[in-house]
């Protein structure tokens, strides 16, 4: 089962203008990831929110948690075409630490130049 | 360079084969994991291991297996067991609780 549930499963901006992603989970968590994919490659680790923490910068991506409404999102400022992807959401399970994650659908971005 | 890698690129199926995916790493992480990805879809689980000689069932784990005999490798087998195997195939792996780093994927298709 799907524990993250990104929102919206499709954006499509201009460059320079910001991108905002959502991600819902539904279970406890130890830490929230954000990964990127570019189409056919692999995932690439983007940030690592731990589930004491709120807000947490990287270059032009910041990232909110908020473990109340189980809810996470992550601001991309000053869009290039090059961040044209998609971005996953994954969750740390909360029992135990096995490393394990659970990931969402995805959102797909693309940036017009 | 360190970093984790698979082969082949693609690779195509008959009915009824079984074929193998590999999965190196040479990061010195302690757990690897297989994941599939379809179409427009996020990643599922398929197993996983902690530890060499060590590992459990993800969520689609019927029709997969693997081995884990040395740290740096897990390679992944697709039985003639799994009815639907054409999918995206990545590997990862991480030290616990941490960032996973990934491989450049697997595409399998069953002709």
């Known amino acids: 089962s799907q524990q993250g549930e990104e929102d919206p499963q499709a954006l499509s901006i201009q460059e320079g203008e910001n991108a905002t992603m959502n991600c819902s989970y539904k279970t406890s968590i130890n830490n929230l990831q954000w990964y990127r994919q570019n189409s056919g490659r692999g995932l690439v680790h983007l940030i690592l929110?731990?589930?004491?923490?709120r807000e947490k910068h990287s270059g032009r991506l910041r990232v909110t948690l908020d473990t109340s409404k189980k809810s996470s999102s992550l601001l991309i400022t000053a869009s290039r075409a090059a961040d044209t992807a998609s971005y996953f959401c994954a969750t740390a399970r909360g029992s135990g630490n096995t490393g394990k994650l659970i990931f969402g659908q995805g959102t797909t971005l693309q940036v017009k130049p | 360079d360190g970093g984790i890698t698979q082969s082949p690129k693609y690779l195509f199926r008959k009915e009824g084969q079984n074929v193998t995916l590999s999965c190196e790493q040479n990061l010195n992480h302690d757990a690897m994991y297989w994941y599939r990805q379809d179409p427009g879809q996020g990643l599922r689980l398929i197993y996983y291991?902690?530890?060499?000689?060590?590992?459990q069932k993800g969520d689609i784990a019927e029709g997969y297996s693997v081995s884990r005999e040395k740290k740096e490798s897990f390679p992944l087998t697709v039985t003639s067991a799994q009815k639907n195997p054409t999918a995206f195939y990545l590997c990862?792996?991480?030290?616990?609780?941490?960032?996973?780093?990934f491989g450049p994927g697997t595409r399998l298709t069953v002709l």
């Open positions: 291991s902690q530890i060499v000689n060590d590992f």
């Open positions: 990862a792996s991480s030290t616990q609780g941490n960032e996973q780093f």
């Open positions: 929110i731990r589930s004491n923490e």
